[in-house]
């Protein structure tokens, strides 16, 4: 008898849905989750990188390109005679090319400069809350099973730090003075100083 080697059933959509994992310290109103539908219908994905032909400007995945370094090649895969309903008028990747196989989504688009700014606004909004327990709880999951050489300096680490500090902070006269403002588009809201 001979060794049989069968490749995985890749899951269909709604398995996916499914198989979130259980322990994602990432969660998610039924308000946010609205607005980040409607941000995805109006802009389309904006989690790679998104360039604007119209203006010649970036507008999502700045601080990913920095990341990147100088060994890059953008491959189109997907050009449009006429942008879809997002702007799109073409998508590929942004290939490393000291390792051929990480790809990273990339996407240009024709919109408008108003249009390129609420982008990059809804790039940033959508993404949900952190379960602070859940997160404290994988950080000492991952310290355990890596002798503490796993959690220096990494994302869980810092966004547990960052929220920790961020809930200790005391309200101040300034904080009172900021204004809310409201993206007409997605109807995510920020405030800043007048």
């Not at 604007?52 to 370094?69: E, P, S």
Request: one cysteine or more; a neutral charge; charged letters at 25%.
């Amino acid at each position: 008898m001979g060794i049989f080697n069968r490749k995985p059933k890749d899951p269909t959509f709604g398995e996916l849905l499914e198989r979130g994992h259980p322990k994602n310290p990432r969660t998610i109103t039924q308000d946010q989750l609205d607005r980040l539908r409607a941000s995805m219908a109006r802009y389309g994905d904006l989690s790679g990188v998104v360039y604007n032909r119209r203006t010649g400007h970036v507008c999502c995945g700045h601080q990913r390109l920095k990341a990147m370094g100088e060994h890059t090649a953008i491959e189109l895969v997907h050009q449009y005679e006429q942008p879809d309903d997002t702007g799109t008028v073409a998508t590929g990747w942004i290939i490393d090319t000291t390792r051929e196989a990480t790809r990273y989504p990339y996407r240009v688009v024709e919109v408008t400069e108003p249009t390129e700014v609420e982008m990059m606004i809804a790039a940033n909004a959508h993404g949900g809350d952190w379960n602070l327990d859940v997160l404290q709880h994988q950080l000492e999951a991952v310290k355990a099973a890596t002798a503490g050489e796993g959690t220096k300096g990494s994302a869980l680490e810092r966004q547990l730090k960052a929220h920790a500090k961020k809930d200790q902070r005391p309200e101040t006269a300034s904080d009172a003075t900021r204004m809310v403002h409201k993206c007409p588009a997605c109807g995510h809201q920020w405030s800043a100083k007048p």
